[in-house]
């Protein structure tokens, strides 16, 4: 059975993230320091971005586009492990700046470009990756709902529909043998996240799962890639 996570819990977490009062302007993680500003939803209230940096398949020595790269823990570290260019897209402007910043300090600026972006919305129509990556908002809302903040489109994503874009969208932006991945939770809806793949023609498989005690329970984190079938 699929186990989803209430809006009002996803919620306390985005309303920490946006105001709250101990939040650092840096944090540790993976070894490295990194820069946070406020109103990107840091990296660190749950395992989600460590895990899925630790165990991406970077493409050794090709291009790596991460959607969603809040504060750039993913994007940067695509380039450190050997991606000869990495685009990171965010529809937060401060998420964009924010990744810009750990980029320079992590001297990966000129591999690293970060776009304002929606989905694929900036990039040019002949743009192809080796690999494109997105640890997705798997909290399940309905369609209508409100994004009141660029944050809550961290958290949220009302019917699903950014992700069956995400999915729809991909092929014009993968190379020949392009692997298409996702992160995502036992908390997300994976039967959508199936069905979405099979409108356009792809499977779904599981590459990874890492489970992680976290504050209220023990979540286990999911690595995802759609094949053509």
């Keep these: 059975m699929t186990v989803k996570e209430s809006p009002e819990a996803a919620a306390q977490v985005l309303q920490h993230a946006m105001s709250g009062d101990d939040l650092p302007d840096s944090f540790s993680l993976l070894g490295r320091e990194w820069t946070l500003h406020r109103g990107v939803f840091p990296g660190t209230l749950t395992a989600a971005t ?36 990495v685009t990171a897209l965010d529809i937060n402007e401060k998420a964009v700046a924010n990744t810009r910043a750990n980029a320079e300090r ?10 304002h972006s929606d989905l694929y919305a900036a990039l040019q ?25 660029d944050l809550h489109s961290a958290v949220f994503d009302p019917g699903y529909q950014g992700q069956a874009r995400f999915i729809a969208g991909a092929r014009a ?30 499977r779904v498989e599981l590459l990874r799962k890492v489970r992680r005690i976290e504050v209220v329970r023990v979540m286990e984190y999911h690595l995802l890639e759609l094949h053509s079938k």
């Design 173 to 202: 932006h993968l190379t020949p043998g392009g692997r298409l991945l996702m992160g995502t939770a036992d908390l997300g809806d994976r039967e959508r996240i199936d069905a979405f793949a099979a409108e356009n023609g792809m």
């Design 125 to 149: 129509p002949d743009e192809r990756f080796d690999a494109i990556f997105w640890n997705v908002p798997w909290t399940y809302v309905e369609d209508g709902f409100s994004l009141s903040t």
């Design 50 to 85: 460590e895990v899925m940096a630790s165990v991406l398949p970077y493409p050794q020595g090709g291009s790596f586009l991460e959607v969603g790269c809040g504060t750039g823990v993913i994007s940067v570290t695509a380039a450190l492990q050997g991606c000869a260019s």
């Design 106 to 115: 992590h001297q990966v600026g000129d591999r690293v470009r970060a776009l």
